[in-house]
C-alpha cells in the first residue's frame, strides 16, 4: 500500500472511546487515524473535512452512524462501521483497548489485504 488508510474513530464525545481507538493504532505504518465526537459538546466535533479524508469510519454506537447520515446526508459518505462498543469505560481502560482490537483488528485486515 503506497498511502496510509485513512481511519476515523467516531464516539459522542471525543473523550474516552474514540481517543483510545485512536490512541491503539496511532502508530500503526499502515494508517492515519483520527477521532471525532458527534455531540455539539464534543472535545473534537466530527467535521465535512474528517469525513472527506477519511476511507473508513468506526463508530462506537448505531446512534453515532444514524447521526453522522443525518448531519452529513448531502455529502458522499465513506463506509461507516458500528463497533457496538459501550460507553463503560474511561480513557485508555484496558478492557476498553481489548474490545477495540477484537473489533477493528479483523475489519483493518479486511481492508488491508491485497485484493
Known sequence: MDSPLHVLFVCAM???RSPTAEALYRDDARLAVRSAGVRAGARRRISRADLQWADVVF???REHQQRI???FRDLELPPILNLEIPDDFQHLDAELMFLLRAAIDPELERWLSPG
Do not use: G, H, S
Open 14 to 16: 471525543n473523550q474516552w
Open 69 to 71: 447520515r443525518e448531519d
Open 59 to 61: 463508530v462506537m454506537e
